[in-house]
């Protein structure tokens, strides 16, 4: 009901009244509503894309919901609260509307005006002011004022939620990984490399300009919890890839040795990186003789930071009061040597899963494992 009312308000407004001030110039703050499914009225395929995001469920994940009570009881309400700035900050909610979703949503990146530092969710939202986008000749829409604004391209946007300072150990240092990576204005951002270009077209229904588009989507490594099998597969699919930009596997043998190499070619920050505490990346070799016989050689390789307490390794960063550092940062290498028997050949199978299994295990989220896939990112031969 409510998106008819929309559509026809859309229409009106359109076809109708579009020259005229009172649609242009809106006396209400965004008068077609703040919520993701407001803009999805005229910006049908960013809204589509995003739908399917890790932003657009930012509330969702069962490990964040088993986490949070951990978290205060480990270090007080304020720790447990926290967790709210990013992953429910309820900006939509900001123009009054009471059924507005508590997620990331649009407006949480096109109505920022700025930050109180580049970290912990310090963003700025003002929904009242015009939306920022990359154009600055945007045309009229009764809808919203527009403006260009360069914060909304920069890393640091993305950064003053991907960059975490505590509690105590509970780290997460992806815009200072990608700020030591690179070291000129041309070196990518986060958007040019997560919100890749599409072709050129209109951005909103009925606008005539055809302009620059991005990809919404923005593919991670988180699963998209309780989505169907078919969502899950091509989740699946396109984090492999992903993580297949970052690391380059190699594989050498030579003199009875196998060499196996990862480099993190891809990623301007470490990999894994963020919640790296929780992740899971390795390398699996298995060594096939003549006669068929094989070998299995697991984790010759492993990365992703592991919580420790009082030296010794422990599933969960909310009983942890170190972190061993396991992360590739951009352009680094880890490598092993294997010893291959004569006549063996060697395959050596890149694996990642967005959930370690003993964390799932200690929050007692086993029964929901098979919604956290082990990724093939590569396999060679030789
Ligand atoms: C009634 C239709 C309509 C609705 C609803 C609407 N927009 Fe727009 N939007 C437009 C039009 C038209 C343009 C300008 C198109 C052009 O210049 O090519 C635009 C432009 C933009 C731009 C680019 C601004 C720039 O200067 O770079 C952004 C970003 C944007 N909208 C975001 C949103 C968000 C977020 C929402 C929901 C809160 C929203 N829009 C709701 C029609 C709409
Ligand atoms: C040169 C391209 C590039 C740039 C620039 C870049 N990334 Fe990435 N990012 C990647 C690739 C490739 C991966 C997949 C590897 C991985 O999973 O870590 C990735 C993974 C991620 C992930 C999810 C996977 C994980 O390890 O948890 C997040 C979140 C992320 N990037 C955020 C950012 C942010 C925020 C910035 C800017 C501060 C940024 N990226 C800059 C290429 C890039
Ligand atoms: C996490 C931040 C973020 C969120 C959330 C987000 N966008 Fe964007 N959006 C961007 C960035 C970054 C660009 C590209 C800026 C550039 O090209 O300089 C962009 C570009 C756009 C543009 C310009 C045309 C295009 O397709 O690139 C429109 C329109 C737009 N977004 C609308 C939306 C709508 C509608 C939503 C919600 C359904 C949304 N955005 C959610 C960051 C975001
Ligand atoms: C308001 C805070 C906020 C802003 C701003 C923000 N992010 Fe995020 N981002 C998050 C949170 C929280 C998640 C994790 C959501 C989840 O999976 O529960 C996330 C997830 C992601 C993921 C997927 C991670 C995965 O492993 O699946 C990518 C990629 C990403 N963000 C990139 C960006 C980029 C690029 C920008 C800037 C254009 C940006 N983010 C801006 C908070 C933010
Ligand atoms: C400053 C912003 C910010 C705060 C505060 C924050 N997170 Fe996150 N969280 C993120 C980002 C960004 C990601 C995506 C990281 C990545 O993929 O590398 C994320 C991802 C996660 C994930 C993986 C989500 C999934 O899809 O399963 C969990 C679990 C999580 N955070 C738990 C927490 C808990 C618990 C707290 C509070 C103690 C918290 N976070 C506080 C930004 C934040």
């Known amino acids: 009901m409510r998106t008819l009312v929309l559509i026809a308000r859309t229409l009106v407004c359109l076809l109708v009244l579009a020259p005229l001030a009172a649609c ?49 009881a480990r270090w007080g309400a304020a720790a447990g609260n926290f967790c709210a700035r990013c992953h429910t900050p309820s900006h939509a909610a900001m123009t009054g509307d ?133 969502q899950r597969t091509d989740a699946a699919r396109e984090s492999a890839a992903l993580v297949a930009r970052a690391l380059a596997l190699e594989l050498t043998v030579a003199d009875g040795e196998a060499l196996v190499r990862v480099t993190n070619v891809g990623a301007r920050h470490a990999v894994p990186t963020g919640v790296s505490f ?36 422990v599933a969960l960063i909310t009983d942890a009061d170190a972190v061993e550092r396991h992360r590739l940062d951009a352009g680094q290498s880890a490598e092993v040597r294997v010893e291959v028997p004569p006549g063996a050949h060697v395959i050596a199978t890149l694996r990642a899963r967005a959930f370690r299994a003993d964390v799932l295990d200690a929050l007692e989220l086993g029964s929901r494992a098979d919604e956290v896939p082990v990724l093939e990112v590569a396999r060679l031969e030789e």
């Open 24 to 72: 242009a110039r809106p006396d209400e703050p965004l008068p077609f509503g703040a919520r993701s499914q407001d803009c999805a009225t005229c910006h049908v395929d960013q809204a589509e894309a995003f739908s399917g995001s890790a932003h657009a469920r930012s509330d969702a994940s069962p490990v964040l919901a088993a986490l949070i009570p951990r978290a205060t």
């Open 278 to 313: 929780l992740r899971d990346v390795w390398i699996d070799v298995e060594l096939v003789a003549a006669d068929g016989a094989s070998e299995h050689l697991p984790r010759v390789i492993t990365l992703g930071d592991q919580p420790m307490r009082a030296g010794e390794p």
């Open 98 to 230: 009471p059924d507005a979703e508590v997620t990331i949503t649009c407006v949480t990146c096109h109505a920022a005006i700025g930050n109180r530092g580049e970290r912990d969710g310090l963003l700025l939202v003002d929904p009242s002011a015009p939306l920022g986008g990359p154009f600055d000749d945007p045309e009229p829409t009764p809808a919203h004022a527009s403006r260009a604004a360069p914060l909304v391209a920069s890393s640091s946007l993305c950064g003053t939620c991907h960059e975490v300072t505590g509690p105590s150990v509970f780290v997460e240092a992806t815009l200072s990984e990608h700020r030591v990576s690179v070291s000129d204005p041309s070196d990518p951002s986060c958007a040019s490399c997560h919100l890749p270009r599409l072709e050129d077209g209109p951005i909103a229904l009925g606008a005539e300009a055809s302009r620059q588009r991005r990809d919404h989507r923005f593919v991670g490594i988180d699963p998209p919890w309780g989505a169907s099998a078919e």
